[in-house]
C-alpha cells in the first residue's frame, strides 16, 4: 500500500517544537505510521537546489497539506509573500486536501499579514484551533482518521451506511428514485407517495450519514455509481463459454455498471439469454408459458443475492460465468460469522452484510428479508429435476454453482428433398429478438399495460425498458401503442400488430418443423 504524504507548513523557528512533536507522533503511532509519511523541510539533506524551489515541489507531491499558523508571518520575498502563504496557494491551486491549525493568541500580536492570511483561508477551510502541543496532535489525529474514512481507507462505520466523499442530491438519478418507488409501492405497498423527493426517500431509508449520501444511497439510484473512486469496482462481469472450462477468447463477455438494480436485470438477462428454454401454450392465459433449463427465479435470486451481499470494499467484482454444464456466480466477501454453506441448505436468520441496501432491495421485492432465498433456490431445482445448487466458500469468494440439463445427443436428421422447413426469409426469422422481447410479444396477443410486460422480464426501471426493449419492437413493427397519439396516457398500452402476428406463426411453424425432425 502506498502511504499518503503529509506536508506541514509553517514559520519554522515559530513552530519548531510543534512540527517535531508532529513529525514523532505521526511515525511512532500505529495507525498514522500505516498509512502516512511525513515531510518537515528541515529533516531534507542540504542540496544545491533553492530552497523555495525544494518546498514547492514538496507541496505538489503531497497528499494532505498541514497549515501551522501562529503570530509571524516569516520572510518575504520580493513580491512581500512568505514561504507559508505560497506554500498554501500552491495546494490551494493543486487542490490538495488542506487542514488548517490556528494558535490561540491574543488577536493584537498577529502579524498583520498573517491575520489577513487565517481570515482568507478561514473562508476555504475549517479553521481549528490548538494552544500547546498536545492539542495539536489530538487535532490533527482526528482530522486524518476523517480523511482515511472519506478514502474508504479506514471503516468506523459499515461500508453501506459511511458517507460517499464528493456524492451530493444532483448525482441522482430521479427516474431511478421514481421507478423504485412505483415498484415499492406496488410490490409491497411501500408508504411513500409516488413523486416523492429523493431527499425525503434518502431520509425514510436512512440513507444519509451526517446528511451526507451513504455508498447504499449512490450504488441503488446514482446516475453513475463508478465514477466515485471507491464504487469503482460495483459491477458484475458475465461471460459465456461453450466448454465447461474457462478459454480464451470469451464468446460472449459483458460488464454491467449502473446502479444495482439494472445491474441485475442486465446479468439474469444475459444469463436467460443464452439457456435452453421451452415454450408451451397457456391452458389460463393468451400468451405462452416459457421455462427455463433453470428456473428465472434461481437465477435472479442467485444475481441478486451476490450484488446485495458482496463486500463492497473488495476490488473484485461480481462474476457470472455461464459454461456448457453449469451456472457459476462469484461474490468477494466471506459469510458472515457463524454461518458456513451447509446452514445456508436449512431454516436460518437473515444476515445481510449490506443492510442499507438490502432493504431498498426487499421493498422492490428483488430481495426477500426471511433467511427463505436459498432455501427457495434448492426446492426450485428440486422441481425442475436439476441438481441442487452447490454453496462453497473458497478463501474470500463465496461461489454458488447451478448444474444445467445434459443435453441429449442431437439426432441425425435425414436427407430428404420432401420436406422443407420455413425459409429464413419468412417473417420474422431475421429479427434477433431476446427471448425476453419474444415473451413480450407473446403477452402482447392481448392488450398490455407496461407494468404487466414489465414483470415478464423482472425489470424496474421503466425508461430503460422502454428503450431496451419495447421501442426495438416497435420500431420493427411487431407492437403498437393502442393509444398512438399520447405515449404517456395513463391508458395507454401494447398489442400486436399484423407482423408480429406473423412472426409469432412463423416461430410456431418452425418449432414443429423442429420436432418432426
Not at 3 to 19: A, L, M, T
Not at 303 to 313: F, G, L, P, Q
Not at 460 to 489: C, N, Y
Request: glycine content about 4%; some cysteine.
Amino acid at each position: 500500500m502506498t502511504k499518503r504524504k503529509i506536508f506541514i507548513s509553517s514559520v519554522q523557528k515559530e513552530f519548531k517544537d510543534e512540527r517535531a512533536a508532529l513529525r514523532d507522533f505521526i511515525s511512532g503511532d500505529p495507525l498514522c505510521r500505516r498509512y502516512f509519511d511525513c515531510f518537515l523541510f528541515e529533516d531534507i539533506p542540504a542540496q544545491d537546489r533553492r530552497p523555495d524551489a525544494v518546498y514547492i515541489d514538496e507541496v505538489r507531491d503531497c497528499d494532505i497539506y498541514v497549515c501551522l499558523l501562529g503570530n509571524e508571518y516569516g520572510a518575504e520575498d520580493a513580491r512581500g509573500s512568505s514561504a507559508t502563504e505560497r506554500e498554501f496557494r500552491e495546494a490551494t491551486e493543486r487542490g490538495k486536501t488542506r487542514l488548517l491549525f490556528v494558535k490561540n493568541t491574543t488577536e493584537k500580536d498577529r502579524h498583520p499579514k498573517t491575520a489577513k492570511l487565517i481570515n482568507r483561508a478561514g473562508n476555504e477551510v475549517i479553521r481549528r484551533r490548538f494552544s500547546n502541543a498536545p492539542e495539536l496532535i489530538s487535532q490533527l489525529y482526528a482530522a486524518l482518521v476523517q480523511y482515511l474514512e472519506e478514502q474508504c481507507l479506514l471503516q468506523t462505520v459499515p461500508f453501506d451506511a459511511a458517507s460517499c466523499r464528493n456524492a451530493v442530491l444532483g448525482d441522482i438519478d430521479e427516474s431511478a428514485v421514481g421507478n423504485f418507488l412505483e415498484a415499492a409501492r406496488a410490490e409491497r405497498k411501500f408508504p411513500l407517495p409516488p413523486r416523492t423527493s429523493a431527499k425525503k426517500l434518502f431520509t425514510h431509508l436512512n440513507l444519509f450519514n451526517n446528511g451526507k449520501l451513504t455508498h447504499a444511497a449512490v450504488l441503488l439510484f446514482c446516475r453513475n455509481p463508478q465514477k466515485f473512486r471507491a464504487l469503482l469496482c460495483a459491477e458484475v462481469k458475465c461471460m459465456h463459454f461453450h466448454g465447461t472450462e474457462v478459454q480464451k477468447p470469451i464468446p460472449s463477455y459483458q460488464t454491467y455498471r449502473g446502479t444495482l438494480f439494472e445491474q441485475v436485470d442486465e446479468a439474469v438477462d444475459f444469463v436467460l439469454g443464452k439457456l435452453d428454454r421451452t415454450v408451451t401454450p397457456s391452458k389460463t392465459a393468451v400468451a405462452s408459458d416459457v421455462s427455463y433449463e433453470i428456473p428465472k427465479m434461481v437465477i435472479r435470486e442467485a444475481i441478486v443475492n451476490a450484488v446485495a451481499h458482496r463486500d463492497y470494499t473488495s476490488n473484485a467484482g461480481v462474476q457470472v460465468m455461464l459454461f456448457a454444464d453449469r451456472l457459476e456466480i462469484w461474490n468477494p466477501g466471506a459469510l458472515p460469522e457463524g454461518m458456513t454453506p451447509a446452514t445456508l441448505r436449512k431454516a436460518h436468520a437473515s444476515v445481510p452484510r449490506n443492510p442499507l441496501i438490502s432493504d431498498p432491495l426487499f421493498w422492490a421485492r428483488y430481495i426477500e428479508r426471511a433467511g427463505t432465498g436459498t432455501i427457495d433456490m434448492i426446492a426450485l431445482c428440486k422441481k425442475m429435476k436439476i441438481p441442487e445448487p452447490s454453496f462453497q466458500q473458497r478463501g474470500g469468494q463465496f461461489v454458488l454453482i447451478i448444474r444445467r440439463k445434459k443435453k441429449a445427443p442431437p439426432k441425425a436428421r435425414p436427407i430428404t428433398h420432401e420436406v422443407q422447413g420455413p425459409s429464413r426469409h419468412q417473417v420474422g426469422t431475421k429479427l434477433a429478438l431476446s427471448q425476453h422481447q419474444v415473451e413480450i410479444l407473446h403477452k402482447c396477443q392481448a392488450e398490455s399495460r407496461i407494468a404487466d410486460l414489465m414483470k415478464i422480464t423482472g425489470r424496474t426501471d421503466r425508461t430503460k425498458f422502454r428503450h431496451q426493449v419495447l421501442s426495438p419492437l416497435a420500431d420493427a413493427g411487431l407492437i403498437e401503442m393502442t393509444v398512438p397519439d399520447k405515449p404517456q396516457s395513463s391508458n395507454q398500452k401494447y398489442r400486436l400488430t399484423e407482423k408480429g402476428v406473423a412472426y409469432l406463426q412463423g416461430r410456431k411453424r418452425a418449432a414443429c418443423f423442429t420436432a418432426k425432425l
